[in-house]
C-alpha cells in the first residue's frame, strides 16, 4: 500500500514525487514516459534558475533529484483505477496491481499534430509545439505558424516581436480565435496570412528548410522558406482513465480546486492535464508541489492528526 501513486513523469510527477517524499510518504510514479510535454522542446529558457538548458537536461536533473530522495518510480501505464470500500484505490497497469492511499494525476497532455511528412522527424530540430518555449530561438528568421485558433493567433502575435517573417497558415477560410487577437495579428507588417491552405510536407538537411503547402483553390502545393514551423492545433488530455473520479471540462481538462483537488477524495491533479489556463513548466511544478501537500494534509485530517495548513506549514520543504 502507497501512501500517493502518481501517474505521469513531467514536471508536475517528478515535483510531486519530491514533495511527498519529504513528508514521509511512500511514493510510487508510474509513467510511460519520461519528461511528459518538456521532451518535445529543445531548449529551455524560461524555468527559474537556468538562464538556459536543454530540455533532455532538465529532465534528467528532475529524475535524479526524485530517485536521490526515494521516490520509486516504474515504466508502465495505468489502464483502470477503482475506488475500494476504505477509500484506497487500486491501479491495475500493463503489468501489474498496485494500491494506493491517494493518486495525484500528472497526466499531462499531447500536442495534437498534422500528421505529415517530416513532421517527427524534424521534432526538435525546427518544428516545436510551443512558441513560449522556442520562441526566442527564432529571433531574426523566418517562421511558419499552423492553425486558426486562439493558440495559433497568440503564437503569431508573439513571433510577430521576434522574428524576421511569420506565416500564419489557416486550412480554413475564418479564424477560430477571437476577433480581437486577430486584429492585433493583422497590423503586424510582418505577418502573412495565407487562408484555405493546408501544410503538406516539412523538409530539410539537418534542420527544417521549408515547408510544402497546398492552397485549396491551387491544384498544385508551392513551397515557402522557413526555419522553424509552430503547430499550434491544439493539445489533447487523455482522462478517459479518470472520467468516473474527476470533473473534466469541454477540452477533457480536470477541474481542480486551489489545493489540487479532484470532486473525488484523496484524488488529485496536477499540471498541463488540468483546466488551469496557462501550460508552463514552471507552473505544473508548482502545482505538484500543491497536490502533494494537499495530498498530505487529507491523510493527516483522516487519521485524526493536526489540521493546520499544511501549505503555511515548514514553507522550506
Do not use: C, H, W
Given at each position: 500500500?502507497?501512501?500517493?501513486?502518481?501517474?505521469?513523469?513531467?514536471?508536475?510527477?517528478?515535483?510531486?514525487?519530491?514533495?511527498?517524499?519529504?513528508?514521509?510518504?511512500?511514493?510510487?510514479l508510474i509513467a510511460k514516459e519520461v519528461g511528459g510535454q518538456v521532451v518535445w522542446a529543445t531548449d529551455i529558457e524560461n524555468y527559474p534558475g537556468f538562464a538556459s538548458i536543454k530540455s533532455h537536461e532538465l529532465i534528467s536533473k528532475m529524475d535524479e533529484h526524485a530517485k536521490g530522495l526515494g521516490v520509486e518510480m516504474i515504466s508502465d501505464e495505468a489502464k483502470e483505477i477503482k475506488k475500494n470500500e476504505d477509500e484506497s484505490f487500486t491501479i491495475f497497469t500493463n503489468k501489474n496491481i498496485y494500491k494506493a492511499k491517494t493518486i495525484i494525476l500528472c497526466l499531462g497532455l499531447s500536442p495534437r499534430r498534422l500528421a505529415i511528412p517530416g513532421e517527427v522527424e524534424f521534432t526538435g530540430r525546427g518544428v516545436t509545439y510551443c512558441a513560449t518555449c522556442d520562441g526566442p530561438f527564432y529571433k531574426n528568421k523566418i517562421v511558419a505558424v499552423v492553425g486558426g485558433g486562439n493558440a495559433a493567433l497568440d503564437a503569431a502575435e508573439f513571433l510577430s516581436a521576434i522574428t524576421k517573417k511569420v506565416y500564419l497558415i489557416h486550412r480554413r477560410d475564418e479564424f477560430r480565435g477571437f476577433e480581437t487577437l486577430l486584429a492585433e495579428v493583422k497590423k503586424k507588417?510582418?505577418?502573412?496570412?495565407?487562408?484555405?491552405?493546408e501544410v503538406k510536407e516539412i523538409l530539410g538537411g539537418q534542420k527544417v528548410d521549408k515547408i510544402k503547402i497546398l492552397i485549396n483553390s491551387e491544384t498544385e502545393s508551392k513551397e515557402l522558406e522557413v526555419d522553424g514551423v509552430f503547430i499550434e492545433i491544439g493539445r489533447i488530455a487523455n482522462t478517459d482513465l479518470v472520467a468516473e473520479l474527476a470533473e473534466r471540462n469541454e477540452k477533457n481538462q480536470i477541474i481542480i480546486d486551489e489545493k489540487c483537488r479532484t470532486k473525488t477524495p484523496g484524488v488529485f491533479a496536477a499540471g498541463d492535464v488540468t483546466n488551469g489556463e496557462f501550460k508552463q513548466i514552471v507552473?505544473?511544478?508548482?502545482?505538484?508541489?500543491?497536490?502533494?501537500l494537499a495530498a498530505y494534509q487529507y491523510l493527516q485530517m483522516k487519521q485524526g492528526k493536526a489540521t493546520e495548513t499544511i501549505l503555511d506549514r515548514g514553507k522550506k520543504n
Open positions: 500500500m502507497y501512501d500517493v501513486i502518481i501517474l505521469g513523469a513531467g514536471p508536475a510527477g517528478f515535483t510531486a514525487g519530491i514533495y511527498s517524499t519529504r513528508r514521509g510518504m511512500k511514493a510510487l507588417d510582418n505577418v502573412e496570412i495565407i487562408v484555405n491552405a507552473i505544473a511544478a508548482g502545482q505538484g508541489a500543491v497536490a502533494a
